[in-house]
């Protein structure tokens, strides 16, 4: 899966260290290339453990393989030195195969319920696994989403979203990668902060994040500004949803 990920021309590719198995006498050995200790990182462990670092590559390096094997595996305990990878475990949505670290189901339950999608996962064209998303670290530029259209504006398409529990169906959310049940809390949040018109003042808007669980720096939040624009206008449900979801305005 390592190549076929290579294959979507992420900006970092990854590897795996080749292993062999030694038979000698009546002894089995297995052996790889020595990795040194002190750049030896676990980047994500099979029960839903992210690193502190919580580098991009690798988290979307294993949220890709469930994307790309249809939710039937997913590559886990990713470990090593920068990208290149020793001993990771796969679990399997039937939990068969691959030995007793495979926890099936619940493993890859477990990574997406603590995974943040970051600027590699939104380049890579995968669904929110998280309604927290992650900024910073290794990023990709605009066209890298080429599951749109170069005239694609979710501006657009998202007019008849609204800041309503339940007003939104899986279609609708679908461009947004966004659950029901993940859409809902963040509506329900948006319709606590925003004025008669549905739209919400700009100094609002870090109590809401703080609300949706994100917790931006100065820059970030400096950043988030640049994408609404100048001035001081209020922000909409459908300006604030494009920015969240990361897609084009």
């Known amino acids: 899966m390592a190549n076929a990920f290579n294959a979507t021309d992420p900006p970092k590719r990854?590897?795996?260290?080749?292993?062999?198995?030694?038979?000698?006498?009546?002894?089995?050995?297995?052996?790889?290339?020595y990795m040194p200790k002190e750049l030896f990182k676990k980047y994500n462990n099979n029960y839903g453990y992210v690193s502190i670092d919580e580098r991009n590559t690798p988290q979307a390096?294993?949220?890709?393989?469930?994307?790309?094997?249809h939710?039937?595996?997913?590559?886990?305990?990713?470990?090593?030195?920068?990208?290149m990878y020793t001993d990771p475990?796969?679990?399997t949505a039937d939990g068969q195969g691959f030995g007793i670290g495979n926890i099936g189901q619940e493993g890859i339950d477990r990574f997406l319920d603590t995974h943040?999608?970051?600027?590699?996962?939104?380049?890579?064209?995968?669904?929110?696994?998280?309604?927290?998303?992650?900024?910073?670290?290794?990023?990709?530029?605009?066209?890298?989403?080429p599951e749109f259209k170069d005239d694609f504006r979710a501006s657009l398409y998202c007019e008849k979203i609204v800041p309503i529990k339940g007003s939104a169906s899986a279609e609708d959310l679908a461009i947004f990668g966004?659950?029901?049940?993940?859409?809902?809390?963040?509506?329900?949040?948006?319709?606590?902060?925003?004025?008669?018109?549905?739209?919400?003042?700009?100094?609002?808007?870090?109590?809401?994040?703080q609300h949706l669980g994100w917790r931006m720096t100065q820059s970030e939040l400096?950043?988030?500004?640049?994408?609404?624009?100048?001035?001081d206008?209020?922000?909409?449900?459908?300006?604030?949803l494009t920015w969240w979801t990361g897609l084009p305005q």
């Open 233 to 240: 206008s209020p922000v909409d449900f459908a300006e604030f």
């Open 14 to 33: 990854v590897a795996f260290l080749e292993a062999w198995l030694i038979v000698r006498h009546d002894e089995l050995w297995a052996v790889e290339p």
């Open 71 to 83: 939710g039937k595996m997913m590559v886990v305990d990713i470990q090593g030195v920068g990208d």
């Open 89 to 91: 475990q796969i679990h």
């Open 116 to 145: 943040h999608c970051n600027p590699v996962c939104r380049a890579l064209g995968l669904q929110r696994s998280s309604m927290v998303p992650k900024d910073g670290g290794t990023v990709v530029g605009a066209r890298r989403r």
């Open 222 to 231: 400096q950043g988030m500004m640049q994408h609404f624009g100048s001035g």
């Open 178 to 209: 966004l659950s029901i049940d993940q859409f809902d809390s963040i509506a329900e949040k948006f319709a606590d902060f925003a004025d008669a018109s549905g739209r919400i003042a700009r100094q609002d808007l870090l109590a809401l994040l």
């Open 61 to 69: 390096f294993t949220h890709w393989t469930y994307s790309y094997t």
